[in-house]
């Protein structure tokens, strides 16, 4: 069974006034990162980091078998 967890750092500035449109844009980069990419067993472990708008790592997703 393969598993899938993500994590996101909120304590970052980008957040503090509203973090939704954010959060929006982070997930609509998983999205196109999950529709480009092809997952084969050869492919795991994967750790995609996750950065907000101004390049700050805030994260990670990560796929492990």
Do not use: H, V
């Amino acid at each position: 069974m393969s598993k899938l967890t993500f994590s996101i750092n909120l304590d970052n500035a980008i957040f503090a006034d509203d973090a939704s449109s954010e959060l929006a844009r982070i997930f609509q980069d998983l999205a196109n990162f999950a529709k480009e990419t092809t997952l084969n067993d050869k492919d795991f472990p994967l750790l995609k980091p996750l950065k907000d708008l101004n390049g700050n790592k805030i994260g990670y997703l990560k796929i492990t078998k």
